[in-house]
């Protein structure tokens, strides 16, 4: 009985062993899963951390760039203004320099152009538009630019197998008195280009003739007549005195003035002879103008410029070629 007892009792201790070592395993399988679980967690957060570390320095690299770009596009920004403002600037003084340099000199031409800018004045009615077509080979010429005050006439004429092109510019005045050609003067200088420009003349062209316009300007051929020669040269030579030709010289400039032409028109109504009593002839007219003759080539040679005088006819052309002659001779070629 006591051995039945006590293997009993040996088996039940065997048995609370058994279930106490089995709670131990379990508790420590427990134990262990609980370890992985916390291991695993512990890794996702070490993941998670470095996952964050990597998102912040992509995020921290992509905040640099967009700054590098940034600053780079400022930089470049600011540069390009800079050299729009220089060329903005360079523009700008460009056509500063131009304006100026427009008013202060003649046409522009081409490098092989020549110049010559020509004043011709004198009383209504003595020639000086039949003249300036007779010049530029057109009897139709019309000026290039017409105001209140003067017309500018412009003609391109060659010179043979010379390989110059000459620019010839006439300023054909209006007006009776110096005033207007003063005035008209003042105002091509206002012009931009102007091929009247201060500095600029090259030639002087003063004309006088020793009758005065039919009354009808359509009357192409009116009588030879002597009676008003007296008078109408009186009339030049009143229009010329000292003060008047102050003034017209005046506007001249030494260096650029290359020539003074005295130009006495209508030859082709004065008699051949010298001795008429109806018409006068070339000699009476040359002496009547003789002193303002001498006034003109005194004042010419005063300027360095060389003087000629004319006898001609700008309607039938006599004397013409000649003036011609010396408008290419004497042309500039400071104007391109
Ligand atoms: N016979 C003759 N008549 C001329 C000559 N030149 C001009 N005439 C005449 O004179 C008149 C005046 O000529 P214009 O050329 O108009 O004179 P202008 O100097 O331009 O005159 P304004 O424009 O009024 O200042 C016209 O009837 C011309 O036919 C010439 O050489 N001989
Ligand atoms: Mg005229």
Not at 85 to 91: D, L, M, N
Not at 120 to 137: F, N, P, Q, S
Not at 183 to 192: D, T
Not at 299 to 307: E, M, S, W
Request: proline share 4%; charged share 35%.
């Amino acid at each position: 009985m006591t051995l039945a007892v006590a293997a009993i009792q040996e088996y039940r201790k065997k048995r609370q062993a058994e279930e106490a070592r089995k709670k131990v395993e379990a508790e420590a399988e427990r134990a262990k899963a609980e370890a992985a679980r916390a291991r695993e967690a512990r890794e996702e957060a070490d993941e998670e951390r470095a996952a964050k570390r990597k998102a912040e320095a992509a995020a921290k690299k992509a905040r640099e760039q967009a700054e590098k770009s940034r600053q780079e596009a400022e930089e470049r920004i600011n540069n390009e203004s800079a050299q729009f403002e220089k060329k903005r600037t360079e523009v700008e003084e460009r056509i500063n320099k131009e304006w100026a340099e427009s008013m202060t000199r003649p046409a522009k031409l081409p490098a092989s152009a020549k110049r010559n800018s020509i004043i011709i004045v004198a009383l209504g009615g003595t020639g000086k538009t039949m003249l300036i077509r007779h010049l530029l080979k057109d009897p139709n010429a019309n000026p290039q630019k017409r105001t209140e005050e003067y017309a500018l006439y412009h003609g391109v004429r060659s010179n043979g197998g010379d390989r110059h092109e000459y620019h010839f510019y006439v300023s054909d005045y209006k007006g009776q008195n110096i005033g207007t050609l003063v005035r008209a003067f003042v105002l091509q200088q206002k012009e931009r280009w102007s091929p009247m420009a201060y500095g600029y003349v090259n030639t002087l062209v003063v004309m006088v003739d020793a009758f005065p316009p039919p009354d009808d300007p359509t009357d192409d051929a009116p009588e030879k007549i002597a009676d008003p020669i007296e008078d109408r040269v009186a009339k030049h030579i009143q229009q010329w005195s000292e003060p008047a030709l102050d003034a017209v010289f005046g506007l001249l400039t030494s260096g650029s003035l290359k020539q003074v032409c005295f130009f006495i028109n209508k030859c082709d109504l004065l008699s051949n002879h010298t001795d008429t009593d109806r018409v006068p002839g070339k000699v009476q007219v040359e002496k009547l103008f003789e002193p303002l003759k001498v006034e003109l080539r005194k004042r010419a040679r005063t300027q360095d410029a060389d003087f000629a005088m004319i006898f001609g006819s700008a309607k039938n052309g006599d004397g013409i070629p000649l003036l011609e002659e010396a408008l290419i001779k004497y042309s500039s070629a400071d104007g391109s």
